[in-house]
């Protein structure tokens, strides 16, 4: 319930509520909360109200979206005594697929030192590839549709994400299959990218996504949303120029960058890529 009022309201509407919600004491206290990223930027930006008590409140998870370890940790510091994660899933999977298990001390443990699945062709540690997923829990299939490049030969689960894992388990997904940007040759993952403009301060939310050249492949532009504060006095030059100075010259933004208000969103908080991308290259947007 807690989740679906968190997305029927307005960002404005949540950040002056969130603690009403989710500071509540005694029998109506909230124990476990998900947020997708963008809410959670909401409840840092809006700060801990003074005098409230979040001893009740076990866990927050967030998924949906990459959320950086830097916000992870702003989280924590937020909610003192409060596990902060992040989980995966899909809704093939009816929900969660990757988690931490709360109940094991190593996962615990882990959990604050690192931000049944596999990844195509067995990859062993450290080695990316698209995460498979076999689950008693997986769907039958889509609706009235052909449902059979969802699955490889052996039953497993395709979720279309790039990811690998480490020796502990710890699974990381590095980005969408399809989402892969191809520049000259060479794979540029958004994520990079976005992972880049998020250090700059002026930036509130962005994307990445490719500009089609006949020639070279995508060419990188970055969609960003400022903070209210640097509006009007950051350019997209002096973004472009920030990226410039952190990335392989194929990662650069040859696209450019975009200022737009918001970020189209799905109903479950996951920002629609291929929507904004459409738009920017009929020119809508």
Not at 30 to 42: D, E, R, T
């Amino acid at each position: 319930m807690l989740f679906n009022v968190i997305l029927a309201i307005s960002d404005t509407y949540f950040v002056s509520l969130h603690s009403k919600w989710l500071f509540q004491s005694g029998a109506q206290a909230v124990a476990y909360v998900f947020l997708p990223p963008f809410y959670a930027h909401c409840m840092i930006s809006a700060g801990r109200p003074d005098g409230i008590d979040t001893s009740a409140l076990y866990s927050l998870a967030t998924g949906g979206g990459h959320l950086s370890t830097e916000k992870i940790r702003e989280l924590r510091e937020l909610l003192p005594g409060t596990f902060v994660s992040q989980m995966y899933g899909c809704s093939e999977l009816c929900g969660v697929a990757v988690m931490f298990n709360l109940a094991s001390t190593k996962d615990t443990l882990l959990m604050h030192s690192n931000p049944s699945s596999k990844t195509e062709d067995n990859s062993g540690p450290h080695q990316q590839g698209e995460l498979l997923v076999k689950s008693e829990f997986s769907m039958v299939g889509y609706y009235q549709q052909d449902s059979s490049a969802a699955y490889d030969n052996e039953g497993w689960l395709c979720t279309g994400d790039i990811a690998y894992f480490d020796e502990n388990h710890c699974f990381y997904i590095v980005d969408r299959k399809k989402e892969i940007l191809k520049f000259r040759g060479y794979q540029v993952p958004p994520a990079v990218v976005e992972q880049i403009l998020q250090e700059h301060p002026s930036v509130k939310q962005c994307i990445v996504i490719g500009i089609p050249h006949e020639v070279e492949g995508d060419h990188p532009m970055a969609i960003v949303v400022l903070h209210q504060s640097f509006v009007g006095r950051v350019t997209e030059e002096e973004i472009t120029s920030f990226v410039e100075g952190r990335v392989n010259d194929f990662q650069r933004l040859r696209g450019g960058v975009k200022f737009i208000d918001v970020l189209p969103t799905s109903p479950s908080g996951k920002v629609r890529r291929k929507e904004i991308r459409d738009m920017v290259i009929s020119g809508l947007l």
